[in-house]
C-alpha cells in the first residue's frame, strides 16, 4: 500500500527533533505512554509546554480521561525505549520503569529531563489533539540527547 502522506512526512522529517515519551494514569490507574517528538515549550509564566497527540492512538482515550501527564525527554542511550512505546507492545509500561512527582503522572526514571504537568487545554486539530499543560516541577540532567532526523535516529544514536 502506497502512503499517500509519505512526500509530505519526509518534508517534515527534515527537521531533527529530540524524542521524549509522554505518559498519564488511564481511569484504571494504569500507566499509558507514548514516543512524542511533538514537544514544546510554550510560556515561562505560567511555565506551558505541549505535545500533539493522534485521535488514532492507542494512548488516545487515555490521555483525553487524564488530569496530568508526565513528560521525560530521552537520552542517547535510550533508542528502545523510544522503540517499545513508539508502538504498543506487550512489554509497555511497565511500574517500576516510571516514579511520580507532584501530580503522580508518570515519568520514566531514567531520562535526562522530567516534566511533571497538570492539563490546562486540549485542543483539536486536523487528526490530532494539542495537550497544553502547566509544568508543576521538573529537573534535569547532563547528558546527550535522543535525536530523530530523517525518519531515523541521529548517527549514535543508542551509544551512553
Not at 52 to 68: D, H, K, Q, V
Not at 143 to 160: E, R
Amino acid at each position: 500500500m502506497t502512503d499517500k502522506y509519505r512526500p509530505l512526512k519526509d518534508a517534515f522529517g527534515r527537521f531533527a527533533t529530540g524524542i521524549a515519551v509522554a505518559a498519564c494514569r488511564g481511569p484504571d490507574k494504569s500507566i499509558s505512554a507514548i514516543t512524542i517528538n511533538s514537544f514544546t515549550s510554550v510560556s515561562l509564566e505560567p511555565p506551558l509546554v505541549l505535545w500533539c497527540l493522534e485521535n488514532r492512538s492507542s494512548t488516545y482515550s487515555a490521555f483525553i480521561s487524564a488530569e496530568s501527564y508526565g513528560v521525560s525527554i530521552l537520552n542517547a542511550g535510550q533508542k528502545d525505549a523510544s522503540q517499545r512505546f513508539a508502538r504498543f507492545v506487550p512489554d509497555g509500561p511497565q511500574e517500576e520503569e516510571f516514579e511520580g512527582l507532584v501530580t503522580g503522572a508518570p515519568i520514566l526514571k531514567e531520562r535526562l529531563a522530567g516534566f511533571d504537568c497538570r492539563i490546562v487545554s486540549r485542543h483539536e486539530a486536523g487528526d490530532h489533539v494539542v495537550l497544553v499543560g502547566e509544568v508543576v516541577k521538573f529537573d534535569s540532567c547532563d547528558g546527550q540527547p535522543l535525536i530523530y532526523f530523517a525518519s531515523n535516529y541521529y548517527p549514535g544514536a543508542g551509544k551512553s
